[in-house]
């Protein structure tokens, strides 16, 4: 079995995605007419496992944004340490 990336209070970040926009250069300028931020931090509350029917191990955890004040549920590979920057 594999190990979570993340423990409960670790501060954590999530990239912005958009796909319909390839260019870099035009992403950033329609980001910064939208008024979107490049990345969401937040911190982990609580971690889940979930199992798929072959019976691999997924981990999920919920997220409190520093933006919202509601938990939000994200699977591991959507979020990196905050500390990164990359």
């Known amino acids: 079995m594999s190990t979570p990336k993340f423990q409960e209070q670790d501060r ?9 926009i ?3 250069g035009r992403y950033q300028k ?4 939208l008024g ?7 911190t982990i ?4 496992i979930k199992k798929d029917r072959c019976g691999r191990s997924y981990f999920y955890y919920y997220v409190i944004w520093d933006d919202s004040k509601t938990n939000s549920l994200h699977c591991q590979n959507m979020l990196r340490p905050a500390e990164e920057n990359t």
């Open 12 to 20: 954590v970040m999530k990239v912005a995605r958009n796909q319909c």
């Open 22 to 24: 390839t260019r870099s």
């Open 30 to 33: 329609v980001t910064e007419d």
């Open 36 to 42: 979107i931020k490049g990345h969401r931090y937040g």
């Open 45 to 48: 509350t609580d971690l889940i």
